[in-house]
């Protein structure tokens, strides 16, 4: 992100030295004092953004939010498929996010409810887009914008580490007050566990999917998570070629099409869950379900330095356990 920002209240120094540590660069920041009004950034569409004072609340999508609150930053509002088929709420991709703190504002993929945003009068509604693609439908989206100002934050072009570093530096635009070194420390120590956890299952594959009563789907590099931990060295099938860049669906007679000692299945309710994939031979009959390697993924983590981590770590503890057993 392109930003520019006459920063207010000191921005916390201690912050300012954690992105300079993590490389991170604000390009064309005004470093105007306290008394500085107004406040710009370009946002992952290009759109510049003017505010006569920096934003004090904002909506975002749940897992931006969750990031955001890693960060001790609160939403006035989180919108997102929230809803599970039984009524519950769902917090597969929220992080550690309370939801008792803020309203939800939308729980139907792709829709906000216009008047809950209209009453909170956020300064700022933060919307996440895959690959150019917002996660609003384009009515809804046309509607917002004539509500708040919108900033589009991309979330699956490029690397784990871009996109977590673009999401600290809107944290601290956003105000911000932690020191983010521990933070930053924890991130860092997880990605090298992985790193050395994969040396040590010396090439083993590994699979991440996602299943519905039709067919697998196997996750492809198209998730920055896969294509990272492809990076660090772990051993994940990646299909050549897909339905999208996302998966490649496959029908169930075809489940060990990609031999793998490792499966990992998607936690979202997106997905069938293993008590519900106990009945289905194709499944059962697989090598890595036999010998009772089966772990669980987020293809969504929350990307926040904390939020990688705890991925990352859990991810590893599930790694070490199949290598040992």
């Not at 991170?24 to 008394?35: H, P, T, Y």
Request: with cysteine.
């Amino acid at each position: 992100m392109d930003w520019n920002r006459r920063r207010f209240l000191g921005a916390a120094a201690g912050l300012a030295a954690s992105l300079a540590v993590a490389g991170c660069s604000r390009s064309g920041a005004d470093d105007g004092g306290v008394g500085d009004a107004g406040w710009s950034f370009t946002d992952d569409r290009g759109n510049l953004i003017e505010l006569d004072s920096p934003p004090r609340t904002f909506v975002a999508y749940t897992g931006i939010a969750g990031a955001l609150w890693d960060y001790g930053l609160v939403p006035v509002g989180v919108f997102g498929a929230l809803t599970r088929s039984l009524g519950s709420t769902d917090t597969s991709i929220s992080g550690n996010l309370d939801f008792s703190k803020t309203d939800m504002v939308g729980q139907l993929w792709g829709q906000v409810e216009l008047e809950k945003i209209a009453a909170l009068e956020p300064d700022v509604v933060i919307v996440p887009q895959l690959r150019g693609s917002a996660l609003l439908d384009e009515a809804n989206l046309d509607a917002v914008k004539g509500l708040s100002s919108v900033l589009f934050v991309e979330t699956a072009t490029g690397n784990i580490d871009s996109i977590v570093q673009d999401i600290v530096q809107l944290a601290v635009e956003l105000g911000a007050d932690q020191d983010l070194e521990a933070q930053r420390e924890d991130y860092r120590a997880a990605r090298e566990r992985i790193s050395e956890v994969a040396s040590s299952l010396k090439k083993s594959p590994v699979l991440f999917v996602s299943a519905d009563p039709d067919t697998i789907r196997v996750s492809r590099s198209g998730f920055p998570i896969l294509a990272d931990l492809t990076g660090l060295g772990l051993a994940v099938v990646d299909p050549a070629e897909g339905s999208s860049v996302y998966v490649e669906k496959l029908a169930w007679e075809m489940a060990d099409h990609y031999p793998a000692d490792m499966i990992f299945l998607d936690d979202r309710p997106s997905s069938l869950q293993l008590d519900s994939l106990g009945t289905n031979p194709a499944w059962s009959n697989l090598p890595a379900v036999k010998a009772g390697k089966v772990g669980t993924w987020n293809p969504e983590p929350v990307l926040s330095y904390a939020g990688i981590a705890r991925t990352y770590n859990s991810l590893a503890d599930q790694l070490l356990a199949f290598s040992h057993s």
